[in-house]
């Protein structure tokens, strides 16, 4: 099995959508379906590469999650990929400034995905 990567995202469609890509490609995946699942998936799996996170969630939102993982230093050392339909300057900035890595606008592009992916799950 290939590298692990959590997605993140409330979107049953977005969240598989990622997963075909990542499974095509031979990466190991585990879903969360909002922020705090999220947060207790990337608690529960320290051998992650990278985590996929959308920004708008119910529960806990993306730039939430950033912050909880800065906070409590859990996870701290993974990748985080924000994919969303958001393009706010100053979302990008939050999301940033709490430690993401990339910022990808949806709808989501295979080979941009994949590329992001394999440059940030080294």
Same mark, same amino acid.
């Given at each position: 099995?290939?590298?692990? #990567? ?14 075909? !890509? /990542? !499974?095509?490609?031979?990466?190991? #995946? #585990?879903?969360? #379906?909002? $922020? ?18 959308? !920004? ?5 939102? $993306? ?7 800065? +906070?409590? $230093? ?16 100053? /979302? ?23 590329? +992001?992916?394999?440059?940030? +799950?080294?």
């Amino acid at each position: 099995m290939g590298k692990k #990567v959590i997605v993140v995202d409330d979107s049953l469609v977005a969240r598989k959508q990622v997963i075909n !890509v /990542l !499974v095509q490609n031979g990466f190991e #995946v #585990v879903e969360a #379906v909002d $922020g705090r699942d999220g947060f207790d998936k990337i608690a529960a799996n320290g051998d992650a590469s990278m985590v996929i996170c959308d !920004v708008n969630m119910p529960k806990m939102s $993306g730039i939430e999650l950033l912050a909880q993982i800065k +906070a409590t $230093g859990t996870g701290a050392a993974v990748p985080f990929l924000m994919l969303t339909t958001e393009a706010q300057p100053e /979302l990008v900035q939050q999301a940033r400034s709490n430690g993401a890595k990339g910022w990808i606008i949806k709808p989501i592009k295979p080979d941009l995905l994949l590329a +992001a992916v394999k440059k940030l +799950a080294a």
